[in-house]
């Protein structure tokens, strides 16, 4: 993929100038070019521009007064100033006043030029890598301190339950080990998934992705069979179809994280007590792409909740026990392997999510 040209702009009153300056950068910068300082500010209000250029003799502005006037809405914007009038006041102002990046001589030197522009937008490059960087860790500050929260509290409700089991069995003159010992076993495995969901998590964040070859049939099948201890199981037709015929290569750690999580809410939010409850799998593999098809004849997920299943913690109904961290891992390592994942649902017929995953041969 070739790298989109930085986008420049250049504003000067002399066409001659905008023509020349156009001919010489179009082809390593995408050049924009404005007569006057109104029509440029117009250019920097409609598209993305990392560096301006000026003139600073324009007629009814100049360009120093436009370079001033451009710092507060556009923080951001590299700006450099050309005059063929070495006047030292207007230098000073435009250091202190148009926050200028560099100040240059008309005619300008197309060399010279090159080199100033290549910096100002290197600079840029760095500037936005690092802001991606800042918003990642904001990003992830937010969530930690979301995700303590929580846990915490999802940690101790089966503790709270099981202590609650435990003092009103001592209080019990006949204590019956049937009777309370289920209960404290249904706390354990739920205090055990939500765990097991961290830890999860936490292979996601730290482990470096490692593509291997993948047979998608052996995934599939090993990962439903993996579910014959959950006793709703029982009762779901299961139906799979796998197309791959070409070697595919993924991260196999990462896959299994998508199939458990989909498989065990497909599994999960069936409707009750229906007789035709079923789980379709459709895998497709391409030269380029795997796309995956989970489909259910479940609950469903009604239209307000569908954006925001995959935040962390997000549970849309309480019909089922859950922590609310499954779509959320299941997204974060879909994203890790490079994919995408969708969800289609109607409440009370049933839902589909679709996973498309690059091969990283
Ligand atoms: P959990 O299942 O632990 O609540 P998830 O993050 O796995 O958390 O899912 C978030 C929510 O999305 C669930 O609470 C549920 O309401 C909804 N959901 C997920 N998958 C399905 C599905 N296949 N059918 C119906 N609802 C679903």
Partial sequence: MTEPKPPILYVDDDPKQLTAFKAA??????????????????????????????DQRMPETTGVEFLESTVSEFPDLIRILITGYADLKDVISAINKGKV??????PWDEQELMVILKNATD???????????QDLLQKTNNELEKFVYSASHDLRAPLLSIKG???FAKTQSNYSKQEYLPMIERSIDRLDVFVGSIINYYQNVRFEVQPSELDFKKMVVETWNSFDHVLEREQIQFNY???QEKVFKSDEFRLQVILNN?????IKYQRKNDTSQFVSVDVDVEEKFATLSIKDGGIGIEPEHLERIFDMFYRATQEKHGSGLGLYITKEAVEKIGGEIEVKSQPGLGTTFKVVIPNQM
């Fill in 25 to 54: 950068f179009r082809r390593d910068y995408e050049v924009f070019t404005a007569n006057s300082a109104a029509e440029g500010k117009l250019m920097l209000q409609t598209r993305p521009i990392d560096v301006i250029l000026t």
């Fill in 101 to 106: 990046y560099c100040y240059l001589n008309k």
């Fill in 123 to 133: 600079i840029c490059i760095t500037r936005k890598l690092l802001k991606e960087k």
């Fill in 165 to 167: 089991i435990i003092n």
């Fill in 241 to 243: 179809h796998i197309q």
């Fill in 262 to 266: 989909l498989f065990l809410n497909a």
